[in-house]
């Protein structure tokens, strides 16, 4: 059980464009889910919150309006980033909390690699 | 805010050795503590964690032990198998509204056969 799953795993895009990134989670609902980002070697870093239903609550530092988050549904939360750049090549990885469990029990995805040319 | 370290930072044992990671907490106030194992290219799975109200958890040849008075608590691994080998992280929480984990810096576990 508990079981997170991102879409794509892998990603190529040229700069300037807009990528998206799914998150789901399989065999349960999630009022809650997180949106991590991942240098090499390095540990997760948190973009955002976000709530079903509600605006996504952002990190200090990350823009709001280049990653945009959207959580329509208790089973599905995206991230789009807008306008890649090359900077932006990172490994990003969500994760979930189960609705109406703990608030602590987070589960991770696969994880998603973008590579900006 | 929390702030957590996470020693060593690599970790060489032979197959069959013990592995211990140590991690060091700063907010009292911190009460869940989940360990996370990571592969190469892939996301963290949560493979133990505890709760303040608890000095010791285990499962099978991993344990975690929690000293809340010295706010630190450690993941042991018994009897390493080459599959061990990956990053492991450490992380911290409050319990509490809208919380989120603090991640330890990552530990590369390596257990050579």
């Known amino acids: 059980g508990a079981v997170v799953s991102q879409h794509p795993s892998r990603v190529i895009c040229k700069s300037g464009t807009s990528v998206k990134i799914e998150c789901r989670s399989l065999?349960?609902?999630?009022?809650?889910m997180f949106w991590y980002r991942q240098f090499p070697k390095k540990s997760l870093m948190l973009m955002a919150t976000?709530?079903?239903?509600?605006?996504?609550?952002?990190e200090q530092g990350v823009e709001k309006d280049k990653f945009l988050i959207n959580h329509a549904s208790l089973t599905l939360s995206t991230l789009t980033v807008t306008s890649a750049h090359p900077e932006d090549s990172s490994f990003y990885i969500c994760?979930?909390?189960?609705?109406?469990?703990?608030?602590?029990?987070?589960?991770f995805g696969p994880g998603t690699r973008l590579t900006v040319l | 805010g929390e702030n957590v370290e996470q020693h060593p930072s690599t970790l060489s044992v032979q197959e069959g050795d013990s592995a211990v990671i140590k991690c060091t907490y700063s907010?009292?106030?911190?009460?869940?503590f989940p360990w996370y194992k990571q592969e190469l290219g892939k996301g963290p799975q949560l493979i133990i964690d505890?709760?303040?109200?608890?000095g010791e958890k285990k499962d099978q040849r991993i344990a975690v032990t929690l000293n809340k008075t010295a706010k630190h608590f450690s993941l042991h691994i018994t009897e390493t198998q080459p599959e061990d080998s990956a990053v492991y992280f450490c992380?911290?929480?409050?319990?509490?509204?809208?919380?989120?984990?603090?991640f330890g810096k990552g530990t590369m576990l390596l257990v050579s056969p």
């Open positions: 992380a911290a929480r409050r319990n509490s509204g809208y919380s989120t984990l603090t």
């Open positions: 994760s979930a909390v189960v609705a109406g469990g703990r608030l602590d029990t987070q589960y």
């Open positions: 065999d349960f609902q999630a009022t809650t």
């Open positions: 907010d009292s106030a911190s009460n869940y």
């Open positions: 505890i709760r303040s109200n608890v």
């Open positions: 976000s709530n079903e239903g509600s605006k996504a609550t952002y």
